[in-house]
């Protein structure tokens, strides 16, 4: 069978999925991080398989650029959260950061 | 032209956003940055006006521009700016009086406690006024229409700690709501009908007779309601002499020169709309109005209240040049009446500055005290009179001319000349009684009369400048090219519309010399009559009021149009809420009552059920709840990711839903 | 089946394959290399969307900046001499239910939509266009990128620093 569309997309939903999986259930907080990470390419790979196949220009290549862009620099924010929470902490389990519990 | 028009209407709305937002950190609290603007826009406007002179073409539209507003469906609303002549007119006199105003209010405010604020008014009231005459279409108009009618709310409540001054705010408002509603409901009409709100569009569906007598009529008279409530016409002039509450510049500037002028301009402006009875509808308002008010100037003793009757009776002129076809009377009289009745009031605010009292019976002899305030009064009180060559003797001239020929064209209708005849002998009369008293004679209070001064150069260079434009400035014939009578021929009428009144044939000349001689000599003689008796003193004034004690009264009391409004729409209102007071007392308490008791002795038995059973079943309900809030809150686990698990189960709940 | 349909299975078994490691290995250190074998298997398919500076961008980036990023905060954060480098799971059963049932959705959706599909299936090195388009058309999300990278610098630095 021919390589289209759908089967990029598939590939980018199962990408997806595998990344909330992890953002839902990890306790570690780097790896929920890694999870976020799954699920920006998951959605970069959407935008350049859209790109090549839809509308023929540049335009979702740039914005995958775009999306990296703003991936690193969520994960610079992201892992220095991190470290001040185990400041606060001494854990990175996100289950033990939960003084919004009711 | 069109940037120039446009930076026209933003500077004052800039100078209103930067007063109003941080006006009191400014240095002099922003004073110099609200006149500038208006002076800077007074020359864009003084440009305007120079090209539409040196092109000198008859209603020539100099710039006109749309821009598309909002769409439904396929109605597509436009908002838009045209300037022909009269509206380079209209922006002259209005930036004019607007920065003079402004100028003047330097000395006359000088340490008010809300100083900016004033300013800050008066930038947003000079906007409103300023889009007015910019805008090309009916609910432009409007809009604009409401904006002078709040600016002008809270410039006459502008010291709302005094009860009078609040209660004149809210009056003028609601009274000009009531003419409002008539004018919306015929921009409604003319709306529904022809589906558009600009004026060219509704002027052509007029001319191919979109609309049928009937529905043109109404939708004339209506729209006129409007200027009914916003000039003060009869039956709802009572609110522009209790505005007299508001500073006087203000007065000058919004309830002499510009917004009750609002009326005359959108009654000219939509001139064309008018069938022939609408126009006489206009007329005869006018010619009541005119007279009704000059009247009632003659006995009043607050040398304001007399100026605002002036000014009522004035619009009435306005509208009687309009009504019987004297389009270009009736505006050249809103111009030229702006300047000498702006003046006429920053010079009784100069006065009032001096003296520190309102009254006529506190002044006299000023003359010799304020030179340039009484120089500047008497070319302004001359001009009003219509003593030749001052600029009111040129329109007033032409309005009586026009309302001649009208009685000369039409059979059974020439008392509408009669009457402004006399009204004309009437405002003169009651003008110079004015100066009689106030800058004549002895000083009625010596103390206020020792302590009075000339005003500062701020007060005087405004009534300077005005008093130039009051002296014979305005001459017929130009104006009348420039601003000539509109006709819907123009926009295409396919029959021959009938006409009312003008031409340049014999009928128009003979009324035009007629009229001429008969003003001069009735001016001469009220002037006369007001020097036998105010300052020859060879006729009492007390005795003949008191033999005329009833007609006196009468016109004391202003024809007790207040007593009669309060005693019948306000007092029917009262009626209403004291009956319905009653009811709930009588009916409704009773019913309560009659419960209460009923309810008092069941309470006792049922006190009893209270405590064993209620108790327990509330109790019991209370410990549901607290069960069920222990089990759910832990559903609040403060986890993120659970919380994030909810939502994207939320999220297929939504799919399926959508799905099915 | 040509050679670029067999790249992509290969590719698309690569990242499911490794993005699989990464989610289920208990060791963060083991989840860590799953994902740089991911990033691999992306980058991977970019080429094959004729992506060719997006699949350098992401080799450099992910691989070189984030991943790094990634590993010093596991290092910093946990210690390595104790083998406690393991993360736990939790909510499991919710979680393959939700997660099984977006996926669903998300398959449906994409099978279900008729795409318009249009345009050549050329391959044209896109290095040059996009910088053309940095520069002129997309200057001030460029500009805007920039000064968030900056923010970001200068916030993270302030937050992980020790009161």
């Known amino acids: 069978m021919e390589v289209g569309l759908n089967h990029y997309l598939a590939l980018a939903a199962i990408l997806f999925s595998l990344g909330l999986f992890a953002v839902v259930t990890k306790k570690n907080a780097v790896t929920v991080l890694m999870g976020v990470e799954l699920i920006l390419n998951a959605a970069n790979i959407n935008f350049v398989a859209f790109a090549r196949f839809i509308d023929t220009d540049l335009d979702g290549q740039i914005i995958a650029v775009f999306v990296i862009v703003t991936a690193a620099a969520a994960a610079a924010v992201a892992l220095a959260i991190v470290l001040n929470l185990y400041e606060r902490l001494k854990s990175i389990n996100l289950d033990e950061a939960d003084s919004l519990a009711g | 032209m069109i940037t120039n028009a446009i930076l026209i209407l933003l500077l004052p709305l800039a100078a209103f956003v930067v007063q109003i937002s941080f006006g009191k950190r400014l240095p002099r609290k922003g004073d110099w940055l609200s006149t500038g603007a208006m002076f800077i826009a007074l020359f864009m406007a003084l440009s305007i006006l120079v090209d539409a002179i040196s092109t000198y073409e008859s209603n020539k539209v100099l710039a006109a521009q749309t821009w598309e507003w909002f769409s439904f469906g396929s109605v597509h609303v436009t908002f838009g700016i045209v300037i022909d002549n009269l509206t380079a007119f209209m922006l002259f006199v209005v930036t004019l009086i607007s920065a003079l105003v402004h100028l003047y209010s330097i000395g006359y405010m000088h340490g008010d406690p809300r100083y900016s604020r004033y300013f800050a008014y008066l930038g947003l009231f000079s906007f409103s006024m300023l889009g007015l005459v910019l805008v090309d279409n009916f609910l432009g108009i409007y809009v604009f229409w409401e904006l002078v009618g709040l600016s002008s709310y809270l410039l006459i409540g502008f010291w709302f700690e005094k009860d009078s001054a609040s209660n004149a705010g809210k009056k003028a408002f609601i009274t000009n709501r009531i003419g409002d509603v008539g004018m919306f409901a015929a921009i409604m009409i003319l709306f529904s009908t022809f589906g558009t709100f600009d004026f060219d569009g509704v002027f052509a569906g007029v001319a191919a007779g979109g609309l049928s007598d009937g529905w043109l009529t109404a939708a004339g008279i209506l729209l006129f309601f409007g200027a009914i409530g916003k000039s003060a016409q009869f039956p709802l002039h009572v609110w522009l002499p209790d505005a007299m509450e508001g500073p006087t510049p203000v007065s000058a500037l919004i309830h002499a020169a510009t917004m009750v002028a609002a009326g005359v301009y959108m009654v000219g402006r939509t001139f064309v709309l008018y069938s022939a009875d609408a126009l006489f509808f206009i007329a005869v308002i006018g010619t009541i109005t005119a007279f009704m008010a000059a009247t009632i100037a003659i006995v009043q003793k607050d040398i304001k209240r007399v100026l605002a009757y002036s000014t009522i009776s004035q619009l009435g002129y306005m509208m009687v040049g309009l009504g019987t076809g004297g389009y270009t009377a009736g505006l050249m009289h809103l111009t030229t009446h702006a300047m000498f009745k702006a003046l006429l009031f920053l010079g009784s605010g100069s006065v009032i500055h001096a003296v520190h009292s309102q009254e006529m019976d506190d002044m006299g002899g000023l003359r010799k005290k304020m030179p340039i305030t009484f120089w500047t009064f008497l070319i302004a009180t001359l001009a009003l009179s219509g003593v030749p060559p001052l600029s009111g003797f040129f329109s007033k001239d032409a309005i009586l001319a026009s309302a001649l020929e009208y009685g000369m064209r039409h059979s059974g209708q020439m008392w509408i000349f009669v009457i402004m005849l006399l009204s004309a002998g009437i405002t003169a009369f009651y003008m110079f009684r004015l100066v009689y008293m106030t800058f004549f004679g002895e000083p009625a209070d010596k103390k206020k009369y020792d302590h009075a001064h000339e005003s500062p150069l701020t007060m005087t260079l405004p009534l300077m400048i005005l008093a130039v434009f009051s002296i014979g400035t305005f001459s017929w014939g130009w104006f009348e090219h420039l601003i000539s009578k509109p006709s819907l021929a123009a926009y295409g009428a396919v029959a021959a ?125 209370g410990r549901i709840v607290a069960y069920a809030g222990a089990r759910l809150r832990t559903l609040q686990t403060g986890n993120v990711q659970s919380y994030l698990l909810m939502a994207l189960f939320a999220v297929i709940i939504l799919f399926v839903i959508q799905q099915f | 089946m040509d050679f670029t349909n067999i790249a992509f299975y290969i590719f698309a078994a690569l990242t499911v394959g490794s993005a699989g490691v990464m989610v289920f290995h208990r060791n963060v250190v083991y989840s860590a290399v799953g994902l740089l074998f991911a990033f691999f ?64 959705v998300l398959l449906l959706t994409i099978s279900s939509t008729p795409w318009k599909l249009a345009g050549s299936l050329e391959y044209e090195p896109t290095t040059k266009a996009i910088g053309r388009l940095m520069m002129t058309e997309y200057l001030i999300p460029f500009e805007i990128a920039s000064v968030l990278l900056l923010a970001a610098l200068i916030g993270a630095a302030y937050i992980a620093r020790k009161n």
């Open chain 2, 497 to 621: 519309v009938a006409e009312h009144g003008g031409g340049h044939d014999d009928v128009a000349h003979t009324a035009h010399t007629i009229a001429m001689i008969s003003s001069i000599v009735v001016a001469l003689s009220g002037i006369l009559l007001a020097t036998t008796v105010y300052y020859w003193k060879k006729i009492s004034a007390e005795t003949w009021g008191s033999r005329l004690k009833p007609l006196y009264n009468l016109l004391w009391n202003k024809y007790y149009f207040d007593e009669l409004y309060a005693a019948t729409i306000i007092s029917g209102t009262l009626w209403k809420s004291r009956f319905l007071a009653m009811f709930d007392l009588r009916v409704i308490d009773g019913v309560v009552n009659g419960v209460g008791r009923l309810t008092a002795g069941l309470s006792n038995v049922s006190g009893k059920v209270d405590l064993r059973v209620v108790d327990g079943l509330v109790n019991l309900v």
């Open chain 3, 41 to 104: 298997g992306v980058a991977g398919i970019y080429v094959l969307l004729a992506a060719d500076f997006i699949a350098i961008v992401q080799i450099l980036i992910y691989v070189g900046g984030i991943l790094i990023l990634l590993l010093f905060g596991v290092m910093l954060s946990q210690k390595l001499t104790k083998v406690d480098v393991r993360t736990e799971s939790m909510q499991l059963v919710p979680a393959v239910v939700v997660v099984g049932g977006v996926l669903a």
